[in-house]
């Protein structure tokens, strides 16, 4: 037995975190399986795997950029040829451009003989965007994708129930399985917050679609006598962001903050906070909300399918928001006033949660995916 992984489109350190624990998973669960991993070398050094456990054949991966056209023609060459080649009883695209899941679509129809599980992730979320695209763009290609009807032998893949829920919604995706974003277990250490001494961690890149009034607005009713203030643990796009006493970032616009930095940051902070469109998220899973579970972080968010999904059995981890004046409204009540007990049993909830999510109880679900194409 065969199973042939395919990382054509991500190289270097992108993807990397998620990419080890679904590699690991399947080590665990296939060990008496010939495994071959197809990717960059620059990718390879840095996954976070058994390497003694599979056969790497390196391949040429493209950054994402300027070179669009160069990028697509080597990536789906590549991943059709792979397929083309070997003989294995299934193959896993560990990711996809949406250019190349179009055309790999259609091609797949004329060979049936094939099983490809292809896993999708934050592209998807062209589904919901409307308007006229350019035809490099992600809603361009994921609409595209939307209208071709697939073969039966194309199965997806996506890191969440309600991104599955939210795909088959259209017709031409309904062959998709849903896995929970595994997380890896950080060590934070827990400190009881006090009143008017909060720091609320805005966690992942701040961009204008993604509450920026909100945010601004929470930090500046912030009474000016307390300690608490938010804090920007991501980068942000905006040209004319000032730090203030109530709103903080180490970051100048379009910088990014270190994996330490940002580490050091999220151990530091009272709650974790999403104040994102009721509507966003609804075919991506969010690596920021999974980084504030694993730190044991009390989350405060507007509600959104993926949220509401990924929290619907963790019992109280924070507080859930109808709109961003709702939203406003919780960041005072806990400054002025904090309940320790409410506090500890969010905390606990979020390790029981956290558990869930750990590649050791993911990996059975894995196996009956897999299992059901193999």
């Known amino acids: 037995m065969k199973l042939c992984i395919i990382e054509a489109n991500m190289t270097g350190l992108q993807h990397v975190p998620i990419n080890s624990s679904i590699i690991n998973m399947i080590i665990s669960l296939y060990s008496y399986f010939d495994i071959e991993l197809h990717c960059s070398q620059e990718h390879y050094e840095n996954l976070n795997i058994n390497k003694n456990a599979v056969e790497f054949i390196p391949i040429q991966v493209l950054q994402p950029g300027s070179k669009r056209i160069q990028k697509f023609f080597l990536e789906y060459y590549q991943t059709k040829r792979i397929i083309n080649e070997q003989h294995a009883d299934l193959f896993i695209l560990l990711s996809c451009y949406p250019n190349v899941q179009y055309f790999l679509t259609k091609y797949l129809k004329k060979r049936t003989d094939k099983k490809i599980l292809m896993i999708t992730h934050g592209e998807m979320e062209g589904l919901r965007m409307s308007g006229k695209w350019k035809i490099w763009s992600y809603p361009f290609w994921v609409y595209l994708c939307s209208k071709i009807a697939p073969s039966k032998n194309l199965n997806r893949l996506v890191l969440g129930e309600n991104i599955a829920q939210n795909m088959k919604k259209y017709k031409n995706f309904q062959n998709v399985f849903f896995l929970n974003h595994p997380l890896q277990i950080s060590d934070t250490e827990f400190v009881l917050p006090k009143a008017n001494d909060n720091v609320f961690g805005y966690v992942g890149s701040l961009l204008k679609n993604k509450g920026v009034d909100v945010l601004i607005k929470a930090a500046n009713t912030i009474n000016k006598n307390s300690k608490s203030y938010f804090e920007i643990i991501g980068s942000h796009n905006l040209e004319n962001f000032i730090n203030t006493d109530k709103l903080h970032s180490y970051c100048s616009n379009g910088e990014m903050l270190s994996k330490q930095k940002y ?8 709650y974790a906070c999403f104040p994102f469109p009721a509507d966003s998220y609804k075919f991506t899973a969010s690596g920021a909300v999974l980084d504030a579970i694993s730190f044991l972080k009390p989350i405060i968010y507007i509600r959104n399918d993926y ?27 806990l400054d002025e006033k904090m309940d320790e007990n409410k506090y500890k049993q969010q905390i606990a909830n979020l390790e029981k949660l956290r558990e869930k999510l750990t590649i050791k109880n993911i990996q059975n679900d894995l196996h009956c995916i897999l299992k059901s194409l193999i």
Do not use: P, S
């Open 307 to 333: 949220f509401d999904c990924l929290f619907k059995d963790a019992g109280d981890i924070g507080f859930r928001c109808k709109d961003g004046n709702d939203f406003v409204k919780c960041i005072l009540e």
């Open 263 to 270: 580490n050091d940051l999220l151990k530091k902070i009272t």
